[in-house]
């Protein structure tokens, strides 16, 4: 399956659709396709206010959008918990979008102290995603998708220095967190198969998409971008794989998708290769336990005797 854009997202009426990092970039573009075809749409944003000015701007172009508003701060998990207690009173989800993530910032730490793109753009999906499977198996094929990025390939997780104590690099950090996003995608899925559950987990990655995202950037790569801007996806071609990965008909669990053109880089969405660090599953599941000491959150896995909470 290739050459997927937003015209090939299905409809989506009677869904119910979480999207983090949704008040702009690949979040927002995502929210207004979702929205355009006819699915409740709640956006998970830092910013009650950027929230709503996203939800005025995609109501500009869907009148009849259906949105809500999840206020949610993946740097601070007990905004992670309440955000989780929200969605878990609809009356129904059907597919998470991790989308929110931050990108090569200079070194900062989480409210709860972690280093800040692997607490952000890792735990925080993490404990969300964890939080929340259990309202997602209540609904007949369900899916997680999590957000990873070209990025990945030779990265590594940094075991032995998780809060970057000793060193702190932000381009390998950002690459450990976006192959933590794809390892815990694979994992989870793997983890659900084995549980039995209908829920689905994948991955997706943008390619190399014009958004916010990247204003961490080195001054001198930021004022090369507009010589290459005419190479890159927009906003809304970035979306095309996360749209996919959410919608298209016969995804399996453990799919990863991304642009088909140039690498991976650019175009329509298709499938995607993942390093083999990346489906390492016993490095996998050493990221999974270390996941959870650090959130005190034990995803609920169907059919697990798990409250959620680790004690």
């Known amino acids: 399956m290739s050459g997927f854009t937003h015209a090939d997202v299905p ?9 983090t990092g949704a008040n ?18 709640l956006l998970g944003c830092r910013s009650v206010d950027k929230a709503n000015a996203a939800i005025d701007a995609i109501r500009v172009d869907v009148s009849d959008a259906n949105l809500d508003v999840v206020q949610l701060d993946q740097a601070d998990l007990s905004s992670v918990r309440d955000a989780a207690a929200q ?8 597919v998470l979008v ?7 910032p200079p070194k900062e730490m989480t409210v ?13 999906t993490f404990a969300l995603t964890s939080l929340l499977l259990g309202k997602l198996d209540e609904q007949p094929d369900a899916r997680v998708v999590v957000t990873s990025s070209i990025a990945h390939r030779g990265a590594k997780i940094f075991f032995d220095d998780i809060t970057a104590e000793r060193h702190y690099g932000a381009q390998n950090r950002y690459g450990q967190s976006k192959l933590a996003n794809l390892m815990f995608a694979f994992e989870l899925d793997r983890r659900l198969r084995r549980a039995r559950s209908s829920i689905i987990a994948v991955g997706c990655h943008p390619g190399i998409a014009d958004t916010e995202l990247a204003r961490h950037l080195p001054s001198l790569v930021r004022f090369a971008v507009p010589v290459f801007r005419p190479f890159f996806n927009s ?10 990965a959410a919608t298209a008909l016969g995804v399996e669990g453990g799919e990863y998708f991304g642009p088909t053109r140039r690498g991976e880089t650019a ?8 390093s083999s660090v990346a489906r390492d599953g016993a490095l996998a599941a050493r990221l999974w336990e270390l996941s959870i000491e650090m959130t005190g959150i034990d995803p609920a896995l169907p059919g697990n005797d798990v409250s959620g909470d680790h004690i």
């Open 87 to 94: 969605v878990n009173e609809e009356a129904r989800l059907d």
């Open 267 to 274: 175009g329509p969405a298709g499938t995607a290769k993942a």
């Open 235 to 244: 906003a809304s071609e970035g979306a095309w794989p996360t749209l996919m």
């Open 112 to 124: 709860d102290g972690f280093e800040s793109q692997f607490g952000v753009n890792h735990l925080g």
């Open 11 to 19: 409809d989506q009426s009677g869904r119910t659709i979480l999207v």
């Open 98 to 104: 991790n989308n929110a993530g931050i990108m090569m």
């Open 24 to 41: 702009t970039g690949l979040g927002f573009e995502t929210a207004k396709v979702l929205a355009s075809q006819g699915a409740r749409v």
